[in-house]
């Protein structure tokens, strides 16, 4: 099937509750992020009804989750949406309102432990592509439509490039995205508040 690409360059984001530069961590300290919100480059393919002046909201929220056999991570999850983005009451971002919402969930993955009463940070630094059930740190995206993911970013080991963590506090997670998959391509930096975390008990 031939494939419609979109390219949106230079567009600027303008996300809600959020812009660049000073915030304050948990403890009061200032925190600096030098990434500003902008769509340096995206390409969505089969999706032409997109452009980047759509995409005027980003919220992040910490959460986790086990497995069989008893291993478990945290994440820190970063949505960017074309609609207001509305946080669930028992988890993370609700899905879009209608069929013309789209949601991009970058999802940064943390160490994975097997032991009972240890949940390893998520920490500032580089993150390579990589499934969810890697024992590795790793990043994965997936791209929201109808309340279903889209094939976009859907193989783990076929996406190419990198994502960066490059602050982050109890309230506040700055960085960039640079990843392509088959002719998909996510490029921007971000600096978004924490809404909340889901997983506050275990990282006691």
């Not at 945290?74 to 949505?79: E, G, K, Q, R, S």
């Not at 995206?141 to 993911?149: E, F, L, Q």
Request: net charge negative.
């Amino acid at each position: 099937m031939k494939k419609i690409m979109l390219i949106l360059l230079a567009g600027s984001f303008i996300f809600t509750s959020c812009g660049g530069g000073d915030d304050k961590d948990g403890d009061g300290k200032s925190m600096s992020c030098s990434e500003k919100n902008e769509a340096k480059a995206i390409v969505l393919t089969e999706h032409p009804e997109l452009s980047a002046d759509q995409f005027t909201h980003a919220k992040a929220w910490r959460a986790g989750w086990s497995m069989s056999g008893g291993k478990h991570r945290l994440n820190v999850y970063v949505a960017f949406s074309n609609q207001e983005i509305e946080m669930s009451s028992y988890g993370g971002a609700n899905p879009p309102k209608d069929d013309n919402g789209y949601q991009i969930h970058v999802s940064f993955n943390g160490p994975m432990s097997d032991k009972e009463d240890e949940y390893p940070e998520v920490e500032a630094g580089k993150f390579e592509p990589g499934s969810s059930f890697s024992d590795n740190p790793c990043v994965a995206i997936v791209i929201y439509n109808k309340g279903m993911g889209l094939n976009a970013f859907n193989v783990p080991d076929a996406i190419e490039g990198t994502a960066e963590i490059t602050n982050l506090s109890e309230n506040h997670v700055c960085g960039h995205v640079n990843l392509t998959h088959e002719g998909n391509n996510i490029h921007l930096t971000f600096s978004a508040p924490i809404e909340k975390d889901l997983f506050a008990d275990q990282r006691k």
